[in-house]
């Protein structure tokens, strides 16, 4: 299975203040960098990153992204669900599946990551055939998700700021357990919070 990952990033993040939420620091490394770690290891050189706010100065800012494929979502304000129809649309063209994850989702881990990706590959059938694997918490479905190519023209055609959650409570989906898709960073109070339980520690 050839599998690539959309690491989501182009929303503006008003609640998090004046500061990129991106760039926000978290044990010595920006925020966006422990999603890039997750999926470089999960998906090598198969990592697409969207931008859209602050594109600019996260690019300038953050060295590591020369070695990656960033593209810059011109109608970000639209919503998430236009961020990852522009994501899909510039999937490599042999991908059988796309991995979505969120830019501030700092508690996922690499195990459960590479969890989906595992409970995705146990489904019987060619690749394209396969459920979405999503992941479970706080009694929703939701993202980090692995989508087959089936999948694709729908996710291509999102509009909007509902994500891939019709998707997800609509279509056959295998869900796992991921307590740590729970938190997310929307304010300066949640990392801080984040960062005092120091649980687990982002990566650089």
């Avoid at 522009?86 to 994850?101: E, K, N, R, S, Y």
């Avoid at 999503?134 to 089936?150: M, T």
Wanted: aromatic fraction near 6%; proline fraction near 5%.
């Amino acid at each position: 299975m050839t599998l690539s990952v959309l690491v989501l990033a182009a929303g503006q993040g008003r609640r998090f203040g004046a500061e990129p939420k991106q760039l926000a620091p978290c044990m010595g490394a920006p925020l966006l960098a422990h999603s890039l770690t997750l999926a470089e290891a999960m998906a090598p050189g198969r990592v697409m990153l969207i931008l859209g706010a602050h594109a600019e100065l996260i690019v300038r800012q953050m060295s590591r992204l020369q070695q990656l494929q960033y593209f810059v979502h011109p109608q970000w304000m639209n919503g998430l669900g236009a961020s990852i129809a522009f994501g899909v649309q510039h999937l490599p063209a042999d991908t059988d599946a796309v991995l979505i994850l969120l830019a501030d989702q700092i508690a996922l881990t690499q195990a459960d990551v590479d969890g989906l990706r595992q409970r995705f590959e146990q489904q019987r059938g060619e690749s394209s055939l396969k459920n979405i694997v999503c992941a479970h918490y706080d009694g929703q479905v939701g993202v980090p998700a692995i989508f087959p190519r089936r999948y694709f023209s729908e996710l291509a055609a999102l509009q909007g700021d509902k994500g891939a959650k019709k998707l997800l409570l609509t279509e056959s989906i295998v869900s796992v357990s991921l307590p740590n898709a729970a938190i997310d960073i929307d304010t300066p109070e949640d990392l801080l919070n984040f960062t005092e339980r120091k649980e687990p520690s982002c990566l650089n």
